[in-house]
């Protein structure tokens, strides 16, 4: 029984003390007005998302970073480029998705075009909506079923 209790302490310490991942933190650092942005408004919405269970709220903030780094410099970012037009539209439909309800009239506000990485030559700089809570995570996975869909037929 004591074993028991010492493996049960020793989980519940290890998931009390989540860190944010290397990207994260480096992300949390940069002096990079963008970069602040981008962070603080990850870091908002996963606060507002889990409120007091601090492990989430990290937890949400590495995958966000992750999920957002994936759509503008890793394989969804070519897919989407690859796509051209519907790649554009894709990822500009996924932002509108799921961006938070409290941000919807600034997103709005914005307008709806945005390019990712200046990859297209249309549109608005992404940084634009770094500033909005958006779940980024969501983003790119609606980014790949609808590649997977589009690439289907």
């Known amino acids: 029984m004591r074993a028991l209790i010492i493996i049960l302490l020793t989980l519940t310490t290890s998931l009390i003390q989540a860190q944010l991942s290397p990207m994260a933190q480096a992300l949390k650092n940069d002096k990079n007005p963008e970069s602040i942005a ?46 051209g037009n519907n790649g554009r539209k894709i990822f500009n439909q996924a932002l509108k998705n799921w961006i938070h309800p409290s941000d919807e009239a600034k997103f709005n506000a914005l307008g709806s075009e945005y ?19 958006i779940d980024w995570p969501m983003v790119e996975e609606e980014c790949r079923q609808q590649l997977e869909s589009l690439n289907a037929y």
């Not at 889990?50 to 503008?72: F, G, K, P, R, T």
């Not at 390019?115 to 249309?122: F, H, P, Q, R």
């Not at 549109?123 to 909506?129: E, N, T």
């Open 115 to 133: 390019a990712i990485m200046g990859s297209w030559e249309e549109g608005r700089p992404l940084a634009d909506v770094f500033i909005l809570m």
């Open 38 to 83: 981008l962070y603080q408004s990850i870091r908002n919405y996963a606060i507002e998302t889990w409120e007091d269970d601090h492990s989430m709220i990290v937890e949400q903030i590495n995958q966000n970073v992750d999920a957002y780094l994936n759509l503008v410099i890793g394989d969804i970012n070519e897919q989407l480029i690859d796509a």
